[in-house]
């Protein structure tokens, strides 16, 4: 089918390439918790230096979503590669009062110099399985944290969404259309990134074109028809103004009585050399407009106009109105994607396994995490569908297909960054072989992952030498 | 009582100066919906140049909230005051075919030469309800809707939400700990500054104290113990690092245990002139713990000592500590809060109220708007609460409050930003004069949102024009 607007992302120009970009305050190193330098002076005035790992993973899953999709990767790298202080916030943190003068001149040459493992991004993922793993100084490991998991918590859990989504939609053109009532800008432009990944076709979010290299779509809004005197003016206005990939909003007044306005204006348009590339539907019952617009294209000749909705839509929704046989060629999808309305958050955490060569475990109250460096394996089916995963201690030998792999060296990136493109078709490949139950988004559908003996052990172990500490 | 880790907002150095920060690419041109572009060729080339009347507001609420509570005027201001198009933005427009040439030189001098009026920050308000109405050439209006969306919808949301938790939390400390599951870093920023509205006493989030001014606290992580070999020898480093207002977290392996050893390691510290301002509970039944910590540190006549909790508080669980009689003197509140969790996204629209003199109402099913330029007038009764809104015509002569003030005239302000505390009181006068209901967060508490008689007849008079437009 047509798709609306579209400007493909291989067009000039590229996205802006990093390095030319306007520092963002948002990079700032003070984008973290308070805590963080609170602790990072007691790790430097007690001279705590050891290498330390700390991993970042879901706790819980609730019955939807049934699986995670890493996204975000790239971003967090970034991050850390980039991490410093500037002299401007060296001088404010030292007139603010909240750090000794001993950090200050710790910080002033304060670099990330560690390893990172992690799962690429569009691999799918399931609870306490690790999305990254850092191996670093602990101060550095640590003041990691906050934007680490603002970045991979955030681009996970949409990657995840948008991928129930883009399974609901069997194909359909999806876009996103969610910048308004994203939170924030950084969460709109993320969001266009992490869906892009998951299997939508683009994003209505300019600056997501130009920073990501996301394709960007778009029609037109209410007010544009309210502002001429007539609908059918207001159509041809803009079909003059934008003649390439028209689609028009047809639901302002009255949906029915739109589309007979398109048909007609259709066979001007063409005389103008202008095609009609679809229109859309914004409110009503979408499942009974879609027909009866459907039905006065047709009859018009107009087979090849493509019926695009939005408003409201979720995974539930396309679901009902595809199952109930709804002529719809396409999605834009806003809200429920980019805040992921069902599930605002992941229960997720950042946690010590090891320091100075000791496995660690914390064992608060239900929230016991196991300890050591760990890796995920993957068993796959005779059929090419993803069996189940074992979560076991790194070096242990187990069968399957490791999920994390080394990202970053001393600092320094291993590789160059995949495309987007390329992250995208791993996405695809992942639902592709998701297990039926799971692409068929059924709540009841479990994904087995078992702890690897070594893991086990190892927590056993871990557990000896605390309680041993407890009482000493 | 102690405030852990406090730095006062009025310490030095003041927050950064605007005109002093680096350029932020999130406050690009580019950070919009496509179809605002293609719009803007439609107006500028059909001659579209009339003043256009558009207002945001939301549509409806569930039973909780009650009540929302404007905030995000100010980054709303300075994205209009500041709106132009940088010439590498005008560039990379041209380049990429989205737009026509004609649109392009528009750009070149476009600004926001309209005026703006508003509900203040920190005002009570309620669906149908607009937070803010621009007045201007409908290619800027319009343009201004989804940056406007953006920062306006998420501020009132977690404005709204961090108010019930301040009612729920009755006057005990409140610290915004969501920075790290904010869906990217303007969320975790701007949530900051809308819950210091809203009647936190501040946050963990560093550079929201050097933005916005906002108080920042910090206490330890789990990570801080689990790196040493013992939970004692952890807690006097972190009291020799940081021994100003001193919060010791004490759930990393045991809850009661940590607190017994907080209580003999406090005679030492009170040697070396520190003093313990509070213990920190993260997980486990925190009733329960709450109260025999309290025993603990009591028993060591540690009566000064607070307990503050944390970990998937929201204003549900900190209601119901409290009504069972928790000693908990402050609350970490995290995701809840920054994310929303219970509510993602507000059903909200920026609409066209008027064009050209002519009023206008979009008739889509179930998305009716009132047409015109609107006041909401608050009626008071004589116990100083609040007894009843009415929404009317802005031209409508009722009794009440005009809560809707100009507050930007041809782009420019009209008077100098409010100082956050400011704006703060007047946040904390409103919740005072909320009705008893809606104080007491009862999902059942409804208030009165009246429509004025004139703005009835107005909306009848426009369905009889545009019922003429489509028979016509």
Same mark, same amino acid.
């Given at each position: 089918m047509l798709l609306p607007g579209e400007v493909s992302h291989s067009d000039p120009p590229p996205p802006a390439q990093r390095k030319c970009r306007p520092m963002n305050p948002y990079e700032s190193f003070l984008l973290t918790d308070l805590y963080q330098l609170a602790m990072m002076e007691g790790y430097v005035e007690e001279g705590v230096t050891g290498t330390a790992v700390l991993e970042f993973f879901a706790r819980k899953l609730p019955? $939807?979503? @049934?699986?995670?999709?890493?996204?975000?990767?790239? +971003?967090?790298l970034d991050f850390?590669?980039?991490?410093?202080?500037?002299?401007?916030?060296?001088?404010?943190?030292?007139?603010? @009062?909240?750090?000794?003068? =001993?950090?200050?001149?710790?910080?002033?040459?304060?670099?990330?110099?560690?390893?990172?493992?992690?799962?690429?991004?569009?691999k799918v993922l399931f609870p306490d399985e690790p999305i990254i793993r850092l191996t670093a100084p602990l101060s550095e490991a640590q003041y990691a944290e906050t934007r680490l998991i603002n970045l991979l918590h955030f681009q996970s859990l949409i990657a995840a969404k948008a991928a129930r989504i883009a399974l609901a939609a069997q194909g359909r053109l999806l876009v996103d259309f969610g910048l308004r009532r994203a939170h924030g800008a950084e969460a709109g432009l993320l969001a266009a990134r992490a869906s892009y990944i998951a299997g939508f076709a683009g994003t209505a979010t300019v600056l997501a074109g130009r920073e990501f290299g996301v394709p960007t779509f778009g029609t037109m809004a209410h007010a544009f028809v309210q502002s001429f005197d007539d609908e059918a003016q207001a159509f041809q206005a803009f079909a003059r103004a934008r003649p390439e990939k028209l689609v028009l909003l047809i639901d302002t007044y009255d949906t029915e009585e739109g589309a007979r306005k398109v048909a007609a204006l259709a066979p001007k348009l063409r005389a103008q050399g202008i095609t009609l590339g679809g229109v859309r539907l914004d409110s009503g019952d979408l499942d009974a407009l879609s027909r009866s617009v459907r039905r006065i294209l047709d009859e018009?000749?107009? $087979?090849?106009?493509?019926?695009?909705?939005?408003?409201?839509?979720?995974?539930?929704?396309? @679901?009902? %109105? %595809? $199952?109930? @046989?709804?002529?719809?060629?396409?999605?834009?999808?806003?809200?429920? %994607?980019?805040?992921?309305?069902?599930? =605002?958050?992941?229960?997720?955490?950042?946690?010590?396994?090891?320091? =100075?060569?000791?496995?660690?475990?914390?064992?608060?109250?239900?929230?016991?995490?196991?300890?050591?460096?760990? +890796?995920?394996?993957r068993r796959i089916g005779a059929d090419g569908r993803m069996a189940g995963d074992v979560l076991s201690a790194a070096d242990d030998a187990q069968d399957g297909v490791p999920l994390i792999e080394p990202v970053m060296k001393d600092g320094k990136r291993l590789r160059p960054a995949p495309t987007l493109d390329e992250i995208r078709a791993h996405a695809a490949a992942q639902l592709a072989a998701l297990p039926e139950g799971l692409r068929r988004l059924d709540p009841a559908a479990a994904y087995p992952v078992e702890i690897g003996a070594r893991l086990k052990a190892l927590a056993a172990e871990t557990d000896r030498s605390i309680d041993h500490m407890e009482e000493g």
């Open positions: 019955p $939807q979503p @049934g699986f995670l999709m890493a996204a975000g990767l790239e +971003q967090a850390l590669q980039d991490l410093r202080v500037t002299p401007e916030e060296l001088n404010w943190l030292s007139a603010s @009062g909240k750090v000794s003068p =001993a950090l200050i001149d710790y910080l002033a040459e304060f670099r990330f110099t560690g390893d990172v493992h992690a799962m690429p991004e569009g018009a000749g107009l $087979q090849e106009v493509a019926i695009f909705v939005s408003g409201g839509m979720g995974e539930t929704k396309i @679901g009902n %109105l %595809l $199952q109930a @046989g709804a002529p719809i060629d396409g999605f834009g999808v806003g809200t429920s %994607l980019t805040t992921s309305s069902d599930l =605002a958050a992941l229960d997720c955490a950042y946690k010590l396994e090891e320091y =100075a060569g000791i496995p660690r475990r914390k064992r608060s109250e239900g929230k016991t995490t196991w300890p050591g460096r760990k +890796q995920v394996l």
